[in-house]
């Protein structure tokens, strides 16, 4: 059977008990840049996905990104901070640490630190600085042991030159005049 027009008439729809405030499942993104900091970037979206999205994109572009859910009535509640210029420079410095062919960073190496890197990185290059700086006081004292060894080298030769000199200096026995032989002179057919 239909209902009658009356019955239509006075029936209503129950009431579904949910919060019915606008605006609930509301996601923020803002961002801002230490070059412009009076310009910051607000991003409000429903959608939690592309929110995240955003919040990794803006922190890649170096900016220091604040991911917000709404509480509702336009207040908003803080859930990740991200700053973007430290996760660049992080980056950076491993890239740097490869590049420099030092040790990767280890892993119980200060973990909850945001610059275990960079600092790795700094300690890594002074280490590096200090034994560059040993090898090359070990080169310079080789190099004064060398110069050492050939100057006493060269002083004894010339000690031998001095004593010696005279004796070098002097024509052999055999050309002097004195012991030269006196040619004959003969004739052809006694050859």
Do not use: C
Not at 124 to 136: H, L, N
């Amino acid at each position: 059977m239909s209902p009658t027009s009356k019955q239509a008439r006075t029936h209503h729809r129950r009431a579904v008990p949910t919060d019915r405030t606008k605006n609930v499942q509301l996601w923020r993104v803002e961002a801002s840049w230490d070059h412009r900091p009076d310009d910051p970037v607000v991003i409000r979206t429903s959608d939690k996905k592309r929110a995240r999205r955003k919040v990794t994109e803006l922190a890649d572009k170096g900016a220091y990104v604040i991911f917000q859910e709404h509480t509702g009535w336009d207040t908003w509640r803080t859930l990740r901070e991200v700053d973007g210029t430290a996760l660049l420079a992080e980056r950076d410095a491993e890239q740097a640490l490869a590049r420099a062919g030092h040790s990767r960073t280890p892993a119980g190496y200060r973990p909850d630190a945001e610059d275990r890197h960079r600092t790795w990185l700094a300690w890594m290059d002074a280490r590096a600085e200090a034994d560059r700086a040993e090898a090359d006081r070990a080169e310079a004292e080789r190099a004064a042991r060398e110069q050492a060894e050939a100057d006493a080298r060269r002083h004894r030769l010339a000690t031998e030159v001095r004593t010696h000199a005279r004796a070098l200096m002097t024509a052999p026995a055999n050309v002097r005049p004195e012991n030269r032989r006196r040619a004959r002179h003969i004739t052809g057919a006694q050859r």
